[in-house]
């Protein structure tokens, strides 16, 4: 009797909380972990049709931001996940973030806390249809990680939003190739709720701004390649998109991962690289405060004359440049180590002062303990650094940042 109320629940609190999705890197190296439902209810699951996680990653966190130590105990991560193939052609994702806004967006009437909610049909063993609110299927493996399991993101991902309402084809001409084409809304909600109101685009050289308006037809188009060659000992996540900014201004973003995966031994190499028409996530245009820098060549006044403080400046022709690297070594079969390094350099290229004005290092580094073999559960202790190092004629002065974590990672599977 107790069983079969305790399984209740379990469905019930399953299909009672609404959900987001995100990658496709689902969970660790190996996904047969021993569930809840198997070790406490002592049910055997006999298909897999139904899967529940959570994933779980929470901290102590001890951080020099700005020449002073901070320290907090935190979540970093909680999502809720639900996964099955209800047939042999029908599949299914649903994942949420517990700590995000429920409301729903204007565009897709997603909320931002779901990651993914789609459906998966497959029409034969070479094409499959997928709809619904989907991750875009950008290229690299520190992208298609799951995020449970990033210490901290390239500044490339860190900025990037990519869930969304949309569609794809997949093709798998032989089973180790397979070519995705994808299209996506670029937003969630408005363009004010990205730009804030009256946005402008400014190119500083040309004293000249531009008011920005909203496109009719706000999609991304991304074209895909996963490959995988002598028994996974190679993989490629290889993608190229444009999307669309606003009206008449776009995005063109192209992600290279490939990763080498050797018994004791799993490393990738990632190249990412994105021109945007507009500086969008307020990369520059923030750091280097675009709207004071507009006011003081006085570009503004021909263009609006009503109430200047609630526009929004944005740079336009910003370029950002990443490379990323990544290792991890196990040890022994409870002990690994994972090295990271990142490259990043920043350019508003319509600026002369502004060409490379920033060069951006990452390196960093973990020790973590698997103390049951059953669980995908991790203890860890971590290091993150990053150095910023601006030009001399961008006027900023160079900084670091330096974290230490001691913190746990626990992808609890439910059922």
């Known amino acids: ?162 869930f969304f309402g949309g569609a794809h084809v997949s093709y798998k001409p032989v089973p180790t190739q397979e070519f995705v084409l994808q299209v996506t809304h670029t937003d969630n909600g408005s363009m004010e709720d990205y730009y804030g109101c009256q946005p402008v685009a400014v190119d500083m050289e040309k004293s000249k701004t531009k008011l920005l308006e909203e496109s009719h037809n706000p999609f991304t188009y991304i074209f895909n390649w996963n490959g995988n060659f002598a028994n996974n000992l190679i993989q490629t996540r290889w993608a190229a998109g444009i999307q669309t900014q606003a009206r008449g201004e776009y995005s063109k973003v192209v992600m290279l991962g490939q990763q080498l995966t050797l018994p004791r031994l799993q490393c990738y190499f990632d190249y990412m690289e994105r021109w945007d028409d507009v500086d969008r996530y307020g990369f520059a245009s923030k750091e280097l405060d675009c709207k004071t820098l507009t006011y003081s060549v006085n570009t503004i006044h021909p263009l609006y004359y009503g109430d200047t403080e609630s526009l929004g400046f944005y740079f336009n022709d910003f370029h950002l440049r990443s490379m990323v690297a990544k290792a991890r070594w196990t040890i022994t079969p409870k002990w690994k180590l994972m090295l990271k390094g990142m490259y990043e350099v920043a350019d508003v290229r319509s600026v002369d002062a502004l060409k490379n004005y920033r060069t951006a290092l990452g390196y960093f580094g973990s020790l973590e303990y698997y103390p049951v073999r059953s669980q995908d559960f991790r203890i860890y202790l971590a290091y993150l650094g990053r150095h910023y190092d601006y030009s001399r004629r961008c006027g900023l002065a160079d900084r670091s940042t330096n974290r230490i974590e001691l913190g746990m990672m626990y992808r609890i599977k439910c059922f």
């Open 1 to 162: 009797m107790k069983k079969s109320v305790l399984t209740v629940l379990m469905l019930a609190a399953a299909l009672g909380v609404q959900a987001q999705g995100n990658n496709s890197g689902l969970g660790d190296e190996r996904d047969n972990y021993e569930s809840l439902a198997e070790r406490v209810l002592n049910l055997e699951k006999k298909n897999d049709k139904f899967n529940v996680y959570f994933n779980y990653t929470a901290a102590a966190q001890a951080s020099d931001e700005s020449d002073s130590w901070r320290s907090r105990i935190a979540a970093k991560e909680l999502r809720f996940e639900i996964t099955g193939r209800l047939t042999d052609r029908i599949s299914y994702r649903f994942r949420h973030r517990l700590n995000r806004s429920n409301a729903a967006m204007k565009a897709d009437n997603f909320a931002k806390a779901t990651d993914m909610m789609f459906v998966s049909y497959k029409l034969n063993d070479k094409v499959e249809l997928t709809g619904g609110k989907v991750c875009q299927m950008w290229g690299g493996f520190e992208y298609d990680e799951n995020p449970m399991y990033i210490y901290q993101y390239s500044d490339f991902g860190e900025y990037m939003d990519i």
